[in-house]
T-cell receptor, first 112, second 116 residues
Framework: EPEVTQTPSHQVTQMGQEVILRCVPISNHLYFYWYRQILGQKVEFLVSFYNNEISEKSEIFDDQFSVERPDGSNFTLKIRSTKLEDSAMYFC??????????FGPGTRLTVL | AQSVTQLDSQVPVFEEAPVELRCNYSSSVSVYLFWYVQYPNQGLQLLLKYLSGSTLVKGINGFEAEFNKSQTSFHLRKPSVHISDTAEYFCAVSEMKTGSARQLTFGSGTQLTVLP
């Protein structure tokens, strides 16, 4: 059964550094998402992407964040200058029909 | 905008006992409803979903949920739990909106702990 994959599983970075989190969505899916979950808190929507552009974004998704689909398979989330409060689990999700989203295993980002 | 409330943050239950995890939502438009499960150190796995049709939906691992529009609820049930059901359970909603990438709004989660 096809799955969403994410790399790396754990990323440790220094405050102020740039990080890129990578996702490979399910191959015939059309809609792509990033969510985050700060430890002990609920899962929060960051951004959705469709037809090579951002469809929706939350208040969390400020100018420090960007997303890209550089080729036909990868979907990336870039944080330009990481802050301590960016430490969280970041989940990628994808869907074909814009109803049921399938999630990857997540990348745990630790900002020191 | 939507919101999701999971009133029980922790539910301990003995093995083979029934369990109900409660979820209530608020929305000004029609919604799709989902339950996801997160096992320790893993991602979110879809347990079941309500898109339309029968209000009683069955999912994986013997779980089921009932959509109640008048009470804006989507409670999750299992008649007999196993130790392996120990996990965090998240209720989520998305707007029933055509032609766009609909974001999911999650509840705060319920930690189900099955005791031997």
């Amino acid at each position: 059964e096809p799955e969403v994959t994410q790399t790396p599983s754990h990323q440790v970075t220094q405050m102020g550094q740039e990080v890129i989190l990578r996702c490979v969505p399910i191959s015939n899916h059309l809609y792509f998402y990033w969510y985050r979950q700060i430890l002990g808190q609920k899962v929060e929507f960051l951004v959705s992407f469709y037809n090579n552009e951002i469809s929706e974004k939350s208040e969390i998704f400020d100018d420090q964040f960007s997303v890209e689909r550089p080729d036909g398979s990868n979907f990336t989330l870039k944080i330009r200058s990481t802050k301590l409060e960016d430490s969280a689990m970041y989940f990628c999700a994808s869907t074909r029909s814009a109803s049921t989203q399938y999630f990857g295993p997540g990348t745990r980002l630790t900002v020191l | 905008a939507q919101s999701v409330t999971q009133l029980d943050s922790q539910v301990p239950v003995f093995e083979e006992a029934p369990v109900e995890l409660r979820c209530n939502y608020s929305s000004s438009v029609s919604v799709y409803l989902f339950w996801y499960v997160q096992y320790p150190n893993q991602g979110l796995q879809l347990l079941l979903k309500y898109l339309s049709g029968s209000t009683l939906v069955k999912g994986i691992n013997g779980f089921e949920a009932e959509f109640n529009k008048s009470q804006t609820s989507f409670h999750l049930r299992k008649p007999s739990v196993h130790i392996s059901d120990t996990a965090e359970y998240f209720c989520a909603v998305s707007e029933m909106k055509t032609g766009s990438a609909r974001q999911l709004t999650f509840g705060s989660g319920t930690q189900l702990t099955v005791l031997p």
